[in-house]
């Protein structure tokens, strides 16, 4: 994921992540993001960054015409990890 450092911090590079998407064919592109959630013991501020995070991904898709699909971190996990 494209990320800017802004003092301590990090976030999204949306043109970044824009201009790698568009470098492949539109029609072709499926984005899979992880569906935001709330964890137990997490902070305010990281779960309304960690939800900002997944809105702005969610927005690039739509506004670029790009299909897309919300998974929980379960789902990928026990697809792309598996045998580990």
Known sequence: ???LKIGKKT????????N?????PLDSVHV??????????QGCVSMFRYGKSC?????IC?????SYTLV???AWKKKMMFGM
């Open 32 to 41: 899979i993001i992880e569906k935001g959630q709330a964890m137990p013991k």
């Open 72 to 74: 929980t971190p379960q």
């Open 20 to 24: 790698y998407i568009t470098n492949y």
């Open 1 to 3: 994921m494209p990320v």
């Open 62 to 66: 739509v506004g670029l015409g790009v």
């Open 11 to 18: 976030q999204i590079n949306v043109l970044e992540l824009k």
């Open 55 to 59: 809105g702005l991904v969610e927005g």
